[in-house]
């Protein structure tokens, strides 16, 4: 018997813990490209792709023609007992895609979170040190490495600690909020000074683009100042790419545009179109460290997930989604300039490539960021068939996040839905948020 969202929702809330969040209270039936339909027919946008997971779009043909045919192949032999093939031709080719040069190895894993933790676990194994420094608002994964990592207490940390020690944060250089770069340089070598002697840090974790922190991209300036800084003290720079990657700035990896160099990069969302894989990518120098045995795990390197990254990689190629990004990315951030003159809830419009946001405040004061305001946009945006998500340290900003293969026609009809929605939500509110 077919069920409605309504239905749907009261047996999840009977049967699943509310930790699980949902941004919607809609159920997903069928998917294509960037259109779904929920348990009740209706039709949504996707502005979202599953969390910058679907890039090439929902049930891409060669996605589901590369994955059909490795069903009737096999599906869990685990690589661990009975190795196969195509987890070396993968390793293979991101070795080569990453911004890397000289020898690297791969691992596959599942999930961000794994990727995450074993490239702090090489570089601990491959420097003898254990110390490691991440970002405020940075975003590292939901294990409890990954939480100590996140630089973001609600709503990832608070409640489940302690965590993991040896880990400090540092600012991270953002304009809109106040933090200069030069703030953040100065940061790192107070923490130096003060909390941990750079010979015992073991690496620094970075998002070139903060991806849950709201979209606040650090500049080729800054991010060679800290590669400066790694090699000046022997630290090993990590490059966490799970939400940039995969051409969602406009080129395959988002620390392509600063021209610097990492020595560990970690991928996953899409990576494989849709289906659960990870990578962890570096210098062959620092992967061979690590011991046999010490990395894996028994779903590590799923043949399924990697005959979809497969196919993916010969779609950045055959599709030029790269290209792509950087067209989508000027046409939306175009459109959003356009709404940021006529609703003065938008402070700012901001992104890099197709990785897109706007930040949500009073009356243009970035001062006062507008958390209620944008989460009745996302609300209403989903009551008008379209999907958003909102992010950021406070919790007022909309990422874009669509997939790179969706038409302009399609692309158009969702910017047209926000700006309706943003009327409604405005309107809503006091005198303060009206129309300018």
């Not at 996707?46 to 090439?56: E, L, M, P, Q, Y």
């Not at 919790?395 to 997939?403: H, Y």
Request: proline share 4%.
């Amino acid at each position: 018997m077919k069920q409605s969202n309504q239905q749907w929702q009261a047996r999840r809330e009977a049967a699943v813990t509310p930790g699980v969040g949902n941004s919607l209270q809609v159920y997903i039936e069928k998917a294509r490209n960037a259109e779904l339909w929920d348990a009740e027919g209706k039709r949504y946008i996707d502005f979202a792709s599953g969390i910058a997971v679907v890039n090439t779009g929902h049930n891409h043909p060669k996605v589901i023609e590369a994955v059909s045919a490795q069903l009737e192949k096999f599906t869990h032999p685990c690589f661990q007992v009975t190795p196969y093939g195509s987890y070396i031709e993968l390793a293979e080719k991101l070795n080569k895609l990453v911004p890397i040069s000289g020898p690297t190895q791969t691992l596959l894993m599942s999930t961000g979170a794994e990727a995450v933790e074993n490239a702090i676990k090489v570089a601990r194994v491959a420097t003898g040190r254990t110390a490691v420094i991440a970002f405020r608002g940075a975003f590292h994964g939901r294990t409890l490495l990954g939480m100590a990592l996140t630089g973001k207490v609600q709503p990832y940390k608070k409640g489940y600690g302690p965590f993991p020690g040896g880990i400090f944060h540092a600012p991270y250089p953002a304009s809109y909020l106040g933090i200069s770069e030069l703030q953040a340089i100065g940061a790192l070598q107070g923490i130096f000074a003060a909390d941990v002697s750079p010979d015992e840090v073991a690496a620094i974790i970075i998002e070139p683009v903060q991806g849950e922190g709201g979209f606040y991209a650090a500049s080729a300036h800054f991010l060679q100042q800290l590669r400066t800084l790694c090699d000046e003290h022997g630290i090993v720079l990590i490059v966490d790419e799970i939400q940039s990657g995969f051409c969602r700035t406009g080129k395959t990896f988002a620390i392509e545009h600063s021209g610097v160099e990492p020595d560990l990069v970690t991928m996953a969302k899409s990576l494989a179109g849709g289906f659960p894989l990870s990578a962890l990518v570096g210098k062959q120098a620092l992967m061979q460290k690590a011991q046999a045995g010490g990395l894996g795990g028994t779903y590590a390197g799923s043949p399924l997930g990697i005959a979809a990254a497969l196919a993916v990689v010969e779609l950045i190629e055959e599709e030029q989604l790269n290209l792509k990004a950087q067209a989508q990315g000027a046409w939306v951030t175009q459109h959003l300039q356009q709404l940021a003159e006529r609703f003065d809830c938008i402070g700012d419009v901001r992104g890099l490539g197709a990785m897109v946001a706007i930040e949500l405040v009073e009356q243009r004061d970035r001062h006062k960021p507008d958390k209620v305001l944008t989460q009745a946009l996302v609300q209403e945006a989903g009551r008008q068939g379209l999907v958003l998500l909102s992010c950021g340290v406070r919790g007022n900003v909309i990422r874009f996040l669509i997939p790179l293969t969706a038409s302009k026609e399609i692309v158009t009809e969702g910017l047209n839905i926000l700006s309706s929605a943003l009327e409604v939500v405005q309107n809503m509110r006091p005198a303060k948020h009206t129309l300018s």
